[in-house]
Structures are given as C-alpha cells and as structure tokens.
C-alpha cells in the first residue's frame, strides 16, 4: 500500500496547499496521514473528509517548558507512526518537523519531501509583532495559511540553531524542496550554495493556488443593492489596516465590509479594536465579522457572496517573507476562483501580476483616499468589475490550480514507484 505521512509541528488544516496536494494524492491511490497538532486561533479549521486520509492531532501546549515536553513527545509519537505505518515519504511541512524528518530519513526504505511555506527570518527580534497563531513559540509561528505572514522573529538560541542546522541538513537529503515562488526558493538555493550543504534533489516552486474543484461557474450579472468587500485571513494591521475602514466611511452606505478569520498570537486584541473604530467612524452597521469558518468550502461560499476581494501587503517591509508574497498568499487566488475582482497593493510584481492582466486594481493601502477611490470605481463599473472576476476565474481554471501548480511534485512522488 502506497502511503504518505505528513508531518506538521502545527494544525495542518491551516494550509490550504497540503489539503490541496493530499488530495491529489489520495485520488491517485496513496494513503495519508498527517500528524499534527492542535493550533491557537487556527484550531477550528478542518479537512474535509477523504476515505483515504486520516488527521491526527495533539494537544495545543503555549510556550514554555512544557512546551519542550510536548515537542519531545511529537517527535516520538511522530517515530511510532512512522515504524507502524511503514510509509514511502514523509512530507514536512514546517521548520520545527525537520529535526524528526532529518532523522527518519536514515530509514532505507522512506523518502523525504520538505515544503517550506514560510522562510525563516534571522534578523527580526525575538517578539515580531506579526507572529502568528497557528504555530507553536518553540520554533516558528506563521500565520493561519501559507505565505499569508512570514516566519515571527527568532531568538537565535542553541536549539533555534539546531532547527536550522535540521533545515540545511534536511535539504540536503530530502529528494524534493517546495517552495511557494521564486524570490523564496532562489533565497533557499544561495543558503545552501553558501554552506557545505549541497541539495542532492530539485527546488520546485508550487504556488499557492486553491484546487480546480473549487473553481465556480461564471457568476451571475445580477448585482444585490449592498456592494460587499471581502477580507479573508489572519486579523492584523498590515493585512487589515484601518485605513480600510477609514476609507469606508468616505463610501455611500452601500458598500460594505465583511471579514473572515482569526487573530494571531502577535496582535491579540486587533479585531476589537477594529470594532471600536467601526463604532467611532459612524460604520459599525457596514462592517460584519464572521469569525473563523472551519471548512474552505464555505469560506469560498463567502467570496461567491462578495463583489470584490482584499489583498493588502506593506509597501514596504524589513520582513523577507512580506517582500515577497506574489504566489505564496492564497487571498488573490480564492477570490479569483470565485470570479471576484481584486483590490491588492500597489507594489510592483502584484500590479504586473493582478492588475496589468486585468484581474482587478491597485491602490496604496497607507492612504484612505486611494482606497475609496479604488473602491468607487468597481462601484460605478460594474460590468467593468464583473469581466475582472471572469478572466481571474478562466486563468485559475486554465493554470492557476494546484493540479498544476503540484504537478511536478506529484510526478516525482510516482516515480518513485518505479
């Protein structure tokens, strides 16, 4: 029996791409297990049920020395399900599983896959602002979804240099290394060209894209007398500025804001705050919070819902992940499959990539006024707007899935059968 363990030192439900990729998997007959824990802030989030897939979770333990306990004891159990199981390729997905990954793959007969989502920062103060909920302090809190925040800062202790010694070395052995676009993936490449680690496999680059079965049919031209504004993911300033709400409060009072997700570890406290500028900008009634929702199938139900989709990045940031998000955040990809136009920042790739193509418009999410004024626009132009939502929605189904995207791994994975 063909069998795959995935291995997450976090909720693996956090990460649409390996939802997506053991999917793919399972319909082509391997068996998956992933072994993970219980998450904060991310722990409602769910896989859909798959005969051939299995989740299994520990217990989500906060930082300090039970937290140590608590890793030990991963890695153990993640050995006993390896030796039970007897799995062809262990599929890791997270700095912290590659000290256990770096040790099973001394087994003969197991194979290594390790897809970073989010690039380790070396120089950011132990406490980044932007740490995110769904890991664990013992190594690197990311945010709820891949490429959506980077790596928090990191305390460069000795077992943070073990974790990084356990990546490069990793690297080294593992037959393929995934990551999410190409800046991330030629930054992994120089590392390793800089230190006597030599990758014996391939780097592929995998964006981020949500599965060809999610992709709708071509929306409806009827519009509701409400506009909706959709933002989906982790509820932090510079995802959710209050300059949205801001400029909102400029806009007639049909045009509203909804927001889908969780806080993160680093600005607990955010989505109140949110609240409480809603109430003083006179717009509270415009601006409704859903929380989090534990399937994607009803998160993409949202965007179906929504008339036009947020995916605000800093102009500028000392962060490298942040630098770099083009195909690694999933936001632009689940509004488009749902032929939602997008309002994204003006940085340069994003406007090449979104806006040049005509998938959507560009503002400076700093600026009040260059929001509105974005915002009124796909207001007055409607049809304008709805043809942005329909290419976005062709190119997704055409190429921007990951059915594509994953190719290459997939093909790697059945070779190994021969």
Not at 48 to 63: G, S, W
Not at 72 to 90: A, E, G
Not at 129 to 153: F, M, V
Not at 265 to 276: K, N, V
Request: hydrophobic letters at 40%; aromatic letters at 12%; one cysteine or more.
């Amino acid at each position: 029996m063909n069998r795959i363990i995935f291995i997450q030192y976090t909720n693996p439900a956090a990460y649409p791409p390996l939802q997506h990729g053991s999917r793919i998997l399972a319909r082509a007959g391997w068996h998956i297990l992933f072994l993970g824990t219980r998450a904060l802030g991310a722990d409602a989030l769910q896989f859909p049920h798959h005969e051939r897939i299995e989740v299994r979770q520990l217990k989500f333990c906060p930082a300090g020395w039970r937290q140590k306990l608590h890793y030990l004891c991963y890695c153990l159990w993640v050995i006993f399900w390896t030796l039970r199981w007897q799995p062809r390729f262990i599929y890791a997905s997270d700095p912290a599983s590659c000290p256990i990954a770096l040790l099973l793959s001394y087994l003969p007969y197991l194979k290594v896959i390790y897809h970073e989502h989010d690039s380790p920062n070396f120089r950011q103060p132990a406490q980044s602002q932007e740490a995110g909920a769904n890991s664990h302090d013992l190594a690197l809190r990311t945010d709820t979804q891949p490429g959506e925040i980077s790596s928090a800062g990191l305390a460069v202790s000795r077992f943070m240099r073990f974790i990084f010694w356990s990546r490069r070395e990793l690297a080294r052995c593992a037959r393929l290394c995934v990551l999410p676009n190409e800046k991330r993936a030629a930054r992994f490449n120089d590392e390793l060209a800089r230190s006597t680690t030599k990758n014996r496999g391939s780097t592929l680059v995998v964006w981020n894209c949500p599965s060809s079965e999610e992709v709708s049919e071509p929306r409806s031209s009827r519009r509701d007398a409400d506009f909706w504004i959709l933002y989906h993911g982790s509820i932090v300033p510079t995802r959710l500025p209050l300059t949205l709400l801001e400029a909102l409060a400029t806009l007639p009072g049909l045009i509203k804001l909804r927001i889908v997700g969780y806080e993160t570890i680093g600005h607990r406290g955010y989505a109140e705050e949110l609240r409480m500028n809603a109430r003083r900008l006179g717009i509270n009634g415009r601006v409704e919070f859903l929380g989090t929702v534990p399937q994607r199938t009803e998160l993409l139900n949202w965007c179906q819902k929504s008339d036009v989709g947020v995916a605000f990045f800093p102009k500028a940031s000392e962060d490298f992940n942040q630098q770099y998000m083009l195909g690694a955040s999933n936001k632009p990809f689940d509004y488009l499959s749902r032929g939602v136009a997008l309002l994204v920042s003006d940085l340069p790739d994003w406007r090449q990539t979104y806006v040049d193509l005509g998938y959507g418009l560009a503002c400076d999410p700093d600026k009040p006024e260059s929001i509105a004024s974005a915002l009124r626009w796909f207001v007055d132009h409607p049809r304008e707007m709805r043809a942005m939502g329909e290419r976005g929605r062709q190119r997704i189904a055409k190429d921007w899935n990951y059915e594509a995207q994953f190719s290459p791994v997939f093909q790697q994975v059945t070779t190994s059968l021969l």
